[in-house]
């Protein structure tokens, strides 16, 4: 008979995931890994069976946009797929945004809740960003003490209850661009005591969300970020008709295809200002640094899928005599991508982890400065460290990997966005210099990765925890240096020191967790990991090249 290829398979993502199980009992109080263990287990089991085997017989469906009803009536209804009707139910009933508000756990409520995302992610095709919208304005609300709006969404946001709960959206993108917010044009003028909103909102994502966040400048306002206000919207009036507001396309994008995103007219659509009349960028970062701390987990968390789909097919394909699994060349290019996840895994959690601290108050101002560090940090390093692994993990399926029906190719096409929204590496990179020069933030860093680098007790660990130390150290002499020399060498130079502080961080994580898991677990693999992120090689300094403007944009150069 002719032969066939087995198709690579999931087990329950929770069992199966070392990396994930080894971080839980390392930091968590055993009490609380009891109590949650059952409901990562259950959620793993559905990741790796039902919602994985839903998604491959949904593949092909994407969501419609339905504007008119069969009388005439502007609907703009959106259908979504058959993953979507089931994450929706599942998302609220499992508590994936609840958890974090529930806070049964204190601080570590953000690890089980990031946890339950992690899990969730990569088998319910892109549900997680109108969920980290969700969490996001729930956040935002909160942080700005609207007691009335408070009143009116966060228990709705924040529901386990699938008939009362409510998916937030987070409308910040206008034709004027996605990066420089400050452009944006949308006018809210204030009407017999009503603000309404009048714009084009340019890349709204999940726009099935009852409610969203967005950004509007009031009349007479100045320019900037400063001039706009943040504003609370819901998104359908009393009789379920959109609430002065169409929907005029659903984006044609590369990948997340499952996930409406649109472009919409506001046409004096009801609005409430949530915190002033001004300074509308500063007031939404709240929510920029949830969404910024689930990108930096879900890209942890493709990683992981492609590289167990990956994994798998490794042991069932055989070439050349043997299984890919027994090669010698496949091992040692598969261990290096375990070594970028793993680190990425390390670096996404300790955001987490600093979240849940400083949403319980326990977060001393030198941790608080060290998060507002960490977010950028960890949303931009995981982001690049995505989308080095998944065009490998698309290769080791060869062929296969290239062939829609396999799945593979939208693990690598879904993974692209995670380096652009929310910011993309440049825009985090200066993000990274903005929260370094409010002072302290750097030092708190450089402090962290002395004190977790040094946990390596011997050998190769131990020089690992050494390079991150004096990598960090080298990029903090570089930005003092460049700062004295000119803005533009500080900034022409930020995305390297970003990523040689990020990286720094993560293989200090990862020296940390091997230590502890060989005296714990007995387990050598997470050091492993650690001295094969080292040979990876952290420091990305680069110093900016004078050369470098007439070569990018293709000026004279005399010789
Ligand atoms: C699975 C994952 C799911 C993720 C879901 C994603 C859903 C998709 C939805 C979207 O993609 S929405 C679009 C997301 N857009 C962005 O992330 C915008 C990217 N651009 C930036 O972040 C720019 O840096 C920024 C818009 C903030 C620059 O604007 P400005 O007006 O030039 O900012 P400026 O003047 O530097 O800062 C204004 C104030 O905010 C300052 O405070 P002060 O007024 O007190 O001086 C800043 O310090 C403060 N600020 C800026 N960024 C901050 C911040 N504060 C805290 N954290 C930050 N990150």
């Not at 009992?25 to 559905?46: C, F, H, T």
């Not at 009116?152 to 924040?158: D, Q």
Request: aromatic residues 6%.
């Amino acid at each position: 008979m002719a032969f066939i290829q087995d198709a690579p398979t999931l087990g329950n993502q929770f069992h199966d995931d070392r990396v994930l199980r080894s971080y839980l009992a390392r930091s968590l109080p055993p009490d609380v890994s009891r109590a949650i263990e059952p409901e990562l287990a259950d959620l793993g089991g559905l990741a790796g069976g039902e919602l994985f085997d839903l998604q491959q017989v949904d593949r092909s469906n994407e969501p419609r946009l339905v504007q008119w009803d069969p009388w005439g009536r502007r609907i703009d209804r959106i259908e979504v797929t058959a993953v979507w009707k089931r994450a929706q139910r599942l998302a609220c009933e499992r508590g994936v945004v609840a958890a974090a508000y529930e806070k049964k756990y204190g601080a570590y409520s953000r690890i089980q809740q990031m946890a339950l995302v992690y899990l969730f992610d990569p088998s319910t095709d892109t549900y997680s960003c109108p969920l980290a919208m969700t969490d996001g304005a729930a956040k935002t609300l909160l942080t700005h003490k609207n007691a009335a709006l408070i009143d009116r969404a966060v228990p709705r946001l924040t529901s386990r209850d699938p008939s009362r709960a409510w998916t937030s959206g987070q409308w910040m993108t206008e034709r004027t661009g996605g990066s420089d917010v400050g452009l944006s044009e949308t006018v809210a003028k204030q009407e017999g005591g009503q603000w309404r909103l009048w714009g084009t909102k340019w890349f709204t994502s999940a726009i099935t969300s009852d409610m969203a966040l967005t950004l509007g400048r009031p009349d007479g306002n100045g320019k900037g970020g400063r001039g706009l206000a943040l504003f609370y919207v819901e998104t359908r009036a009393q009789d379920g008709t959109p609430n002065g507001l169409t929907v005029d396309r659903l984006k044609e994008k590369l990948g997340t295809r499952k996930l409406p995103t649109a472009e919409l007219t506001l046409s004096g659509t009801p609005a409430i200002p949530v915190v002033g009349l001004a300074h509308g960028v500063k007031s939404i970062t709240p929510m920029l640094a949830i969404t910024r701390t689930w990108n930096a987990v879900a890209a942890a968390s493709g990683m992981r899928r492609g590289l167990a789909l990956a994994r798998d097919f490794a042991r069932r394909r055989v070439a050349f005599g043997a299984p890919l699994s027994k090669k010698p060349l496949h091992l040692e290019t598969f261990a290096g991508l375990e070594a970028e996840y793993e680190g990425a895994f390390h670096l996404a959690f300790r955001a987490v982890e600093l979240l849940g601290q400083e949403e319980t108050g326990e977060l001393s101002p030198e941790g608080a400065r060290l998060l507002r560090l960490v977010t950028p940090l960890a949303k931009l390093c995981t982001g690049r460290q995505v989308m080095a692994v998944m065009p490998e993990v698309v290769e080791v399926f060869a062929g296969a990997g290239y062939v829609e029906d396999t799945g593979v190719p939208r693990l690598l096409r879904d993974a692209q966005v995670l380096p652009i929204w929310e910011g993309t590496t440049n825009v985090l990179s200066l993000d990274a210099l903005r929260a370094m020069a409010e002072g302290g933030s750097l030092e708190a860093l450089l402090s962290e990765i002395e004190a977790l680098g040094s946990a390596g007790r011997s050998g190769a660990l131990a020089a690992a925890g050494r390079e991150a130390v004096s990598a960090s150290r080298r990029a903090a002499g570089w930005l003092a240096e460049a700062r004295h020399r000119s803005p533009e060498i500080t900034e022409a130079g930020a995305r390297g020191a970003a990523l040689t502080l990020a990286r720094s961080l993560a293989l200090a994580l990862l020296v940390r967790h091997g230590q502890w898991s060989i005296e714990h677990e007995r387990d050598g693999r997470a050091a492993a990991a650690a001295v094969r992120f080292a040979h990876h090689g952290v420091d990305r300094l680069a110093e900016p090249d004078p050369a470098s403007a007439a070569l990018a944009d293709d000026q004279p150069l005399p010789a």
